[in-house]
């Protein structure tokens, strides 16, 4: 990320519209915005109250630098009122650490496509075959940070079935519930 953007509009209608012109405008934003209250933007920006009411307000990050934005945003008068933040300015840290703490703001699947990163920026997941270690002893730790020690019996693209070596009942674990699965290293005979 290197900017973030404060958008504010007196509707939900409007601030969707407002993403999405600035997603028009070729301002590519690195996950969903993140629902900020309008109240505490201008507190925190010591800024005058608008003649706009404004009762919605999205905090978001966005992955071009402050001198792109500029250029992007001068033909778009949409989105010219929207306060837009670079690493230099003071509060840039403040509102970067509130984003992990704000909800995601609800959209509609219509506004999906502004939130997905272009392919190149995109995490390349590793993939593993676990195939090879089916009847073997490993340890699966769960999304919940609690882990099972047990024999992998299947592994597909839906999860894992894993035998518990304590004699409770087998599992079918989600890839979506798993954080990681540890292989034990085994002893030198």
């Given at each position: ?25 070729g ?26 009411n404004?009762?919605?307000?999205a ?7 402050y001198?792109?934005?500029?250029d992007?945003?001068?033909t ?41 990163q ?7 997941s ?22 099972h ?5 299947h ?35």
């Open positions: 990320m290197k900017s973030l953007a404060i958008v504010q509009a007196t509707d939900l209608l409007k601030l969707k519209s407002k993403l999405l012109e600035m997603n028009k405008a301002l590519n934003f690195e996950n969903k915005p993140k629902e900020i209250n309008p109240a505490s933007i201008e507190k925190i920006l010591s800024v005058e109250s608008s003649e706009d404004y009762e919605v307000g905090l978001v990050s966005i992955m071009q630098d001198g792109c934005i500029q992007k945003v001068k778009h008068p949409m989105i010219s009122d929207v306060v837009f933040l670079d690493d230099s300015h003071k509060l840039f840290n403040y509102f970067l650490k509130l984003i992990p703490a704000l909800p995601d703001l609800v959209i509609s699947p219509v506004y999906n496509d502004m939130f997905k272009p392919d190149n920026q995109r995490e390349k590793s993939k593993v075959y676990l195939g090879v270690f089916v009847n073997r002893k490993v340890q699966v730790q769960t999304t919940s940070d609690s882990i020690t047990g024999v992998l019996k592994a597909d693209s839906i999860g894992v079935f894993f035998e518990p070596s304590d004699d409770s009942d087998s599992l079918f674990i989600t890839w979506h519930d798993i954080k990681k699965i540890i292989i034990p290293k085994e002893g030198k005979k």
